[in-house]
């Protein structure tokens, strides 16, 4: 889920909002100031439920915030870079950057944002009903303190991608040591959940309830495919494990001079080869990267005036990986990176190229029908033969 704004930053963690987000809190102060708290506090006024409504929304996206922050700062303890959390129409995710590297540190991640929520409901309830308050800010912190609690039931509902079924996971992760199986249960649990939301969902609003029915189809939808997906990236993983940068990377890829015009540069290189980006080289090092994409915001009569080096991406701004990188390790970091591809070191020096493309012609090689296995003996059987990078390329 990729924020489209930014919120702030806690404990040097990035937080952001996706704009479906806004649609949520416009939704959850309509039906709280128009149904809920007119119901369970009545005789305040219609500006005092609006007033309990935007307050009631807006801790309730702290409580989420703080569920996902359980988990993020879990993860830093346990050694696993966050990207940031962002917050959307289903609640919050906490956005990892490298893999989880046990079944301990998978259960601790899960588990941190439900205890969160616990807290976080208890401790309304708890106040709500102990201590004498006035009947609005009373129905706030019962409604938090409500709604924490559902949330956290149905996040330990065992179905990938819930918190539940990442704890799930973890289980059997442990039990078995085989996190590939381990995956392939949680999430065969999570899409059997999902499509259990839509057809309920269904069910539900050909019986009255429309928005209701509606909005728990929704849900299963989003389960079902974030399950799918997940196994996708646990079996996209697996395949690309062993697979050397080396073998997939463009090893002398064409290269554009520092010192060329835009104007060479579109006609002798980019028309010539078209290629999406080209590593620029002074003096024999590469100094950084052009695509096409860069040389279009000038205007096309300065071409001729304007040089290669001015338009490229620095050095510093790209990517740098190892040709004797694990490609399953480098992949992650690249398809998230903004140009989708880095420049791989050969021998200390910046001389081959890698992008997401030429991964996903991989990919597809690896994992066609069930012939990987053989595929990958037959790689390997060729790259020891001939010592060069054997997989096709286009
Ligand atoms: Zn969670």
New binding site residues.
Partial sequence: MTPTFRLGRVAGIEVGANWSWLLVVALIVWSLAAGVFPDSNPGLSDGTYLAMAVVAALLFFVSLFL??L??ALQAQRDGVAIEGITLWVF??V?RFRGEIPSAGAELRI?AA??AV?LVIGAACLAFAVLVPLPSAVDGVLHWLGYINLVLLVF?LIPAFP??GG?ILRALLWRASGDRRAATRVAAAAGQGFGILLIVTGFFVAAFGAVFGGLWLAFVGFFLLSAAEAEVNMAEAHMALTGVRVAEVMVAEPVTADAGMSLQRFIDEIFFAHRYTAYPVVMDGETVGLISFRDALPVPRDRWPWVLVRERARPRDEILVVDAASDLADVVPELARHELRRALVRVDGRATGLLSMTDVGRVLEVLTVGRAATTLAAERQKRFTRTGRPALPRT
């Fill in positions: 569920h996902e359980g988990h609640g919050g906490a899960a944002g439900p929520s996040n819930l918190d990442r």
